[in-house]
């Protein structure tokens, strides 16, 4: 069973940055493809970023292309996100995720989700 676990999320003014942080326990994350997703109130699940490590691929979606960057630690089995530039809209809960065989943009698609941290964005 894969456990994981975020952390990283807190308050931050418009122009600032954090990263996140997935902590993967119960298999090597190195042999899984893993991804963030983020949800807003009242709004859908969306793709944040992903990465395939096999395959040394990584995407992102279009907002966040560019100030967002996914990476991981093997010796810690833990994945991050780092934002930069941060904006009001990217406030929302983010969820780590991972999965053996993914399509990298559809959540569904996922088989273990961490219950998420709390990113809010002041302007």
């Known amino acids: 069973q894969v456990q994981l676990v975020e952390s990283g999320g807190e308050l931050v003014q418009a122009g600032g940055s954090l990263r996140l942080s997935c902590a993967v326990s119960?298999?090597?994350?190195?042999?899984?493809?893993m991804g963030w997703f983020r949800q807003a109130p009242g709004k859908e699940r969306e793709f944040v970023a992903a990465?395939?490590?096999?395959?040394?691929?990584?995407y992102y979606a279009d907002s966040v292309k560019g100030r967002f960057t996914i990476s991981g630690d093997n010796a810690k089995n833990t994945m991050y996100l780092q934002m930069n530039s941060l904006k009001p809209a990217d406030s929302a809960v983010y969820y780590c995720?991972?999965?053996?065989?993914?399509?990298?943009?559809?959540?569904?698609?996922?088989?273990?989700w961490g219950r998420g941290t709390q990113v809010t964005v002041s302007s």
């Open positions: 119960g298999r090597t994350f190195s042999n899984v493809a």
């Open positions: 995720a991972a999965g053996r065989s993914v399509i990298p943009r559809m959540p569904r698609t996922y088989e273990y």
């Open positions: 990465t395939i490590w096999t395959a040394d691929s990584t």
